[in-house]
Structure formats: structure tokens, C-alpha cells
């Protein structure tokens, strides 16, 4: 079964790898925060997964928890930061 | 045996959302599209592969302490279905507000008012 969550594992690992690509080289700002967003989401189902496979999900789920909160608190703010007064 | 085949399923369900939701945001050809792409595979993706685990962990161990870390657990997908919803409108919004532009197939504008007065 600790196989099952490690194969998943490195499948997520490649996603975030091929979601950097966006995030680094995005057309526009907002390119590169929701790309930064999309990799937060799968490292919280990482933290998750990496629980199982140490058997320390008690410990590993308040991290996840916290992670997606944090992701979701930079989106907010940074989506409010980056408004040009004046382009409207 | 049989959780592990459900859980298996579950998580490759949302390895394939989180996967559909990546193609579609390297190869859509503009913001909007790109959000609408990782805006819903991420939600779903999410969702499917913390149910798995939830599941997991409360047929493997089978406790009052099991019981409440699989519902810290399904609490993160709980949360999510708020939060990914309004992060991603505050962002569509504040690009719209910043004169990001839809596209279109013809390379004409979409919209005359609105959005984009500074070209």
C-alpha cells in the first residue's frame, strides 16, 4: 500500500515540475500566481501522501491544513496587490 | 484488499483531474482559459484524492483518533471547495480590472466597455 502512495507521489512531483514551467516563464504576472496556487494544491495532497508513507498522518495532516490556508491567504493577497489603479 | 483498490481508484482519479488540469494550463491560449482550466481540475483533483485518503485512513485505522485525523482530513477538501472558488474570482478580478484582455479566434475584441480603456 506504501507503494500505491509513492507512485502517486512522483506522479504529483511531475505535475508540479511540469506547472514551474508556467509559473516561471508566464506571460503575465497573474500566470505566474496561479501557477504558484496550482503547485500549493498539489504539495498539500503531497504532505498528505508523505504521511502515509511514514506513518505519521497525525502530525502530517495539521501541516497540510495549514499549507492550504497559507496558499489560499497569498492568492488573496497578492491577486489585491497587483490591481494597476488607473487601468480602469 | 478492497480499500486498497478503492483508495487506488480514488487517487488515480485525482492524479488524472490534477494531470487534465496541468495539460490545460500549459497549452490554453490565454489567461482566462488557463484559469478555467486549473480552477476546476484543481477543485475536483483535490477533492477525489483527500476522499481516498480519508477513507484510507479510517478503514485502516479503525479508532476515535482514527475517526477524528480522517475528518481533519476531509476538513482540507471542506475548506478548499471555499477558498480555490474565491481566490480564483478575486484573481480573474483583478486581472480584468488590470486591462487583461480576453481571446478571441479572430483576434477581434470582445467587448468595447469595460475591462481595458488604456490599450
Redesign the interface.
Known amino acids: 500500500?506504501s507503494q500505491?502512495?509513492l507512485i502517486?507521489s512522483i506522479?504529483?512531483s511531475l505535475?508540479i515540475f511540469?506547472?514551474l514551467?508556467?509559473a516561471v516563464f508566464g506571460?503575465?504576472v497573474?500566470?505566474r500566481?496561479?501557477?504558484a496556487?496550482?503547485v500549493g494544491?498539489?504539495t498539500?495532497?503531497l504532505i498528505?501522501?508523505i504521511g502515509?508513507i511514514y506513518g505519521r498522518?497525525?502530525m502530517f495532516?495539521?501541516l497540510?491544513?495549514a499549507y492550504?490556508?497559507l496558499n489560499?491567504i497569498g492568492?488573496?493577497i497578492v491577486?489585491?496587490f497587483?490591481?494597476?489603479k488607473g487601468?480602469? | 484488499m478492497v480499500i486498497a483498490i478503492i483508495t487506488g481508484f480514488f487517487l488515480a482519479a485525482g492524479f488524472f483531474f490534477f494531470l487534465s488540469g496541468t495539460v490545460g494550463f500549459l497549452r490554453f491560449p490565454d489567461l482566462y482559459s488557463r484559469m478555467h482550466a486549473t480552477g476546476k481540475g484543481d477543485t475536483l483533483g483535490l477533492l477525489l484524492c483527500v476522499a481516498g485518503l480519508a477513507l484510507y485512513n479510517i478503514v485502516v485505522d479503525c479508532t476515535w483518533l482514527g475517526l477524528v485525523q480522517s475528518v481533519k482530513i476531509a476538513s482540507i477538501a471542506v475548506f478548499w471547495f471555499v477558498a480555490s472558488p474565491t481566490a480564483t474570482h478575486a484573481l480573474l478580478r483583478s486581472a480584468f480590472e488590470s486591462g487583461v484582455r480576453p481571446w478571441t479566434k479572430d483576434g477581434r475584441r470582445l467587448m468595447e466597455k469595460g475591462g481595458n480603456k488604456t490599450e
Open positions: 500500500m500505491l502512495f502517486v506522479g504529483i505535475l511540469l506547472c514551467y508556467r506571460p503575465t497573474f500566470d500566481i496561479i501557477g496556487g496550482f494544491t498539489k498539500a495532497i498528505c501522501l502515509f498522518i497525525d495532516v495539521d497540510a491544513l492550504s490556508i489560499f492568492t488573496i491577486s489585491k497587483f490591481v494597476q487601468a480602469r
